[in-house]
Every structure is written in structure tokens, then in C-alpha cells.
């Protein structure tokens, strides 16, 4: 059976592989954090650093694995679309988080609430950036 023959993916069974990625992709973002405060960087630098190094693995991971790439969006538009919006979305919300809430609830709780805020968008940016869609 060719690619183009198989059945795709169930949407709950994509849920699955992007929580797992998700968690992978957190435990990225959080140590590179974590090593980057170590090093004496700044918090919001530092939480734009990890993003970076962790929006990377979160693209390859859920492009071959999570979901079924588009083949008609080009790699490079897909990682564009995909950076863009994880851009608005997970560093927009952690940043925002640890701005607002480092000074009341610490670096680390703020840091925290912000992935997990992030996460339920990421799943519908991750869908359309990766495979073109946002529903079905």
C-alpha cells in the first residue's frame, strides 16, 4: 500500500503523539531554561532561547510523527507558519507569563502556567501549520 493509499491518522490518535511530543518538547524547553538561568541569562532571554531550541525539536518531531505533512506546503512554509504561530503562542503566553506573574509567584510557577496555557493552542497551530488544516 502506497502513502497516498494508507488510512491517515485518527485525530485522537494525533492528540496522543502531540502530548507525547509535547511533553518530550517541555522537558526541552524547561532544561534549556533551567541551563541557560545557570549560565546568569536573563529570564525572558533565556525563555526565548529554550523556545527556540525547543520549537525546532517540536516541528521535526510532530512533522514525521504527530501528523501527516502536507506535501503541498513546502517544508520551509511549514516551519515558517510553524515558528510564527508557536511565536504568538508559546513564547508569547510564557513570556507574557513571566512578566506578569515572576514577581508574584516566582520565575519557575510563571514559566510553568505558561506551557500549560500554551499547549491546548499549540495543538490546532501545530494541525494547520503542519498538515494545512485546522479541523477533521
Given at each position: 500500500m502506497s502513502e497516498a493509499d494508507r488510512p491517515g491518522r485518527s485525530?485522537?490518535?494525533k492528540i496522543v503523539r502531540f502530548a507525547v511530543v509535547?511533553?518530550?518538547?517541555t522537558a526541552i524547553d524547561l532544561a534549556s531554561f533551567y541551563l541557560m538561568l545557570k549560565l546568569h541569562v536573563p529570564p525572558l532571554p533565556a525563555n526565548v532561547g529554550a523556545w527556540f531550541i525547543a520549537v525546532t525539536f517540536s516541528f521535526v518531531a510532530n512533522g514525521f510523527w504527530s501528523f501527516e505533512r502536507n506535501q503541498a506546503v513546502r517544508l520551509h512554509d511549514a516551519?515558517?507558519?510553524f515558528v510564527s504561530l508557536g511565536a504568538l503562542i508559546s513564547l508569547g503566553v510564557s513570556s507574557l507569563s513571566i512578566a506578569?506573574?515572576?514577581g508574584i509567584a516566582g520565575v519557575w510557577p510563571a514559566k510553568i502556567g505558561g506551557v500549560l496555557v500554551a499547549a491546548v493552542l499549540n495543538f490546532l497551530a501545530a494541525r494547520w501549520s503542519i498538515e494545512g488544516r485546522?479541523?477533521?
Open positions: 485525530t485522537g490518535s509535547g511533553l518530550a518538547n516551519f515558517l507558519r506578569l506573574f515572576a485546522l479541523l477533521k
